[in-house]
């Protein structure tokens, strides 16, 4: 080869290698923008570990706050998610609760009961007759304070979950005021309890929150619990609510399983999770020092003068023209005016929804790597085939202008 013509070709790939790296240069930082980027469910972007179209690898950050994503099992429409003899079982329902008995004669015109109707004619308290029918129990995680009524100002998250010890606490239904309710209708949407009017007062509100009357709240984050004879046959339900003060024995809503938060004096702290009836019975009688460690300062436990048992059923009753309420030991008690026909279903298939929730201290960061990419590996692709593409032309271009120089 002569001296002139090496001179050349060297010269051609000098020459394609300066246009590549200016290439590079302007495309490059097209593909590794989004990379070192938090993800942050709050601004748009995506939170299911992928960022601009990018996939990979990622590491954590404990300086900066995000959030997260969660799968929460949802029945399928006109089913419902339940706990039933240690297991999680849906029944369906052949038409909406109905409230019976009007509050103001429950409450045997008590005024603060009266000016709650104008609100709703739903109640938690005092309780119907009950001859005949089968209780269903709401179960709903009075330990996590106030975030169970839905309010982010209360450590809600914002899709209607309550929170204990900086934990999300994913019901089978969020309060019935936020995106994550299981209400049908809007008649169980509210509920008066005097119970609710102590708190109120003790925060300072003497006229009710949020635009209600006094003693009225939404319907709060819960799971249900129905006895074993609930089956096939269409049953008539009457729903208890049931406060649950120990963590330790409130299931987990997916699983039905139960875990322990808090230290317990109890041999089993989690024996009496409440995916049976059986268990509830014995949680009504049962004291735990688990309770006043979860309750130090929850506004719900300490305006009740109860003593640590770990879930109550609280009744309220008249006494010359005075509310008071006693907690019952009888697992089978009324203590609201719901009532809901259900009969267990065959269909389990379910359909999974996605919250977001704020976690801290930690956060996500993307760190995406040449391996493992999706749509991040198209990006690259196109990248490195424009360099080359770029380096083609200029070595045919030079080529062919050598061979006309000849």
Same mark, same amino acid.
Request: proline fraction near 5%; glycine fraction near 8%; charged fraction near 10%.
């Given at each position: 080869m002569?001296?002139?013509?090496?001179?050349?070709?060297?010269?051609?790939?000098?020459?394609?290698?300066?246009?590549?790296?200016?290439?590079?240069?302007?495309?490059?930082? *097209?593909?590794?923008?989004?990379?070192?980027?938090?993800?942050?469910?709050?601004?748009?972007?995506?939170?299911?570990?992928?960022?601009?179209?990018?996939?990979g690898?990622?590491?954590?950050?404990?300086?900066?706050?995000?959030?997260?994503?969660?799968a929460?099992?949802?029945?399928?429409?006109?089913?419902?998610?339940?706990?039933?003899?240690?297991?999680?079982?849906?029944?369906?329902?052949?038409?909406?609760?109905?409230?019976?008995?009007?509050?103001?004669?429950?409450?045997?015109?008590?005024?603060?009961?009266?000016?709650?109707?104008?609100?709703?004619?739903?109640?938690?308290?005092?309780?119907?007759?009950?001859?005949?029918m089968?209780?269903?129990y709401?179960?709903?995680?009075?330990?996590?304070?106030?975030?169970?009524?839905?309010?982010?100002?209360?450590?809600?998250?914002?899709?209607?979950?309550?929170?204990?010890?900086?934990?999300?606490?994913?019901?089978?239904?969020?309060?019935?005021?936020?995106?994550?309710?299981?209400?049908?209708?809007?008649?169980? !949407?509210?509920?008066?309890?005097?119970?609710?009017?102590?708190?109120?007062?003790?925060?300072?509100?003497? !006229?009710?929150?949020?635009?209600?009357?006094?003693?009225?709240?939404?319907?709060? &984050?819960?799971?249900?619990?129905?006895?074993?004879?609930?089956?096939?046959?269409? =049953?008539?339900?009457?729903?208890?609510?049931? &406060?649950?003060?120990?963590?330790?024995?409130?299931?987990? &809503?997916?699983?039905?399983?139960?875990?322990?938060?808090?230290?317990?004096?109890?041999?089993?702290?989690?024996?009496?999770?409440?995916?049976?009836?059986?268990?509830?019975?014995?949680?009504?009688?049962?004291?735990?020092?688990?309770?006043?460690?979860?309750?130090?300062? $929850?506004?719900?436990?300490?305006? !009740?003068?109860?003593? /640590?048992?770990?879930?109550?059923?609280?009744?309220?009753?008249?006494?010359?023209?005075?509310?008071?309420?006693?907690?019952?030991? $009888?697992?089978?008690?009324? $203590?609201?005016?719901?009532? !809901?026909w259900?009969?267990?279903?065959?269909?389990?298939?379910?359909?999974?929804?996605?919250?977001?929730?704020?976690?801290?201290?930690?956060? =996500?960061?993307a760190?995406?790597?040449? /391996?493992?990419?999706t749509?991040?590996?198209?990006?690259?692709?196109?990248?490195?085939?424009?360099? *080359?593409?770029?380096?083609?032309?200029?070595?045919?271009?030079a080529?062919?202008?050598?061979?006309?120089?000849k």
């Open positions: 002569r001296k002139e013509n090496i001179s050349a070709y060297v010269g051609i790939f000098l020459i394609a290698a300066v246009l590549s790296v200016l290439v590079y240069s302007v495309l490059a930082p *097209v593909n590794v923008a989004a990379r070192g980027r938090v993800i942050n469910g709050t601004n748009g972007t995506k939170t299911n570990g992928t960022q601009t179209g990018l996939v690898s990622y590491t954590n950050n404990a300086a900066v706050p995000v959030t997260t994503t969660i929460v099992t949802v029945p399928v429409p006109g089913t419902g998610g339940v706990f039933q003899n240690g297991q999680i079982v849906h029944f369906a329902t052949t038409a909406p609760s109905n409230c019976t008995s009007t509050i103001s004669a429950l409450y045997n015109k008590y005024p603060e009961a009266v000016n709650a109707s104008g609100a709703t004619n739903c109640e938690i308290g005092v309780g119907i007759n009950t001859a005949g089968s209780p269903q709401m179960i709903s995680p009075a330990f996590a304070g106030l975030s169970i009524y839905g309010q982010v100002g209360w450590n809600s998250t914002p899709q209607g979950y309550p929170t204990f010890n900086k934990t999300v606490i994913v019901t089978s239904c969020g309060a019935s005021t936020s995106p994550s309710n299981c209400s049908a209708t809007s008649i169980t !949407k509210y509920f008066y309890s005097p119970g609710a009017s102590v708190f109120e007062k003790t925060l300072g509100y003497t !006229k009710g929150l949020f635009g209600e009357p006094q003693g009225v709240m939404a319907k709060p &984050a819960h799971d249900l619990l129905i006895p074993g004879g609930v089956g096939s046959t269409l =049953t008539e339900t009457y729903l208890v609510r049931v &406060a649950v003060f120990d963590p330790n024995i409130f299931p987990n &809503a997916t699983t039905g399983a139960c875990r322990q938060w808090v230290a317990s004096n109890l041999t089993n702290p989690t024996g009496n999770c409440l995916n049976n009836v059986a268990a509830l019975a014995r949680a009504l009688n049962t004291t735990d020092t688990a309770v006043a460690n979860a309750n130090k300062n $929850n506004i719900l436990f300490l305006t !009740k003068d109860i003593p /640590s048992y770990q879930a109550t059923i609280t009744i309220y009753t008249m006494v010359n023209g005075t509310v008071v309420g006693t907690t019952t030991k $009888n697992v089978n008690a009324s $203590n609201t005016n719901v009532v !809901k259900v009969l267990l279903s065959s269909a389990q298939t379910t359909t999974v929804a996605t919250t977001t929730v704020p976690v801290a201290p930690t956060s =996500t960061v760190q995406v790597g040449q /391996s493992g990419q749509a991040g590996s198209n990006n690259n692709m196109l990248l490195y085939a424009g360099v *080359v593409i770029v380096v083609i032309i200029v070595i045919v271009v080529f062919v202008a050598m061979r006309r120089k």
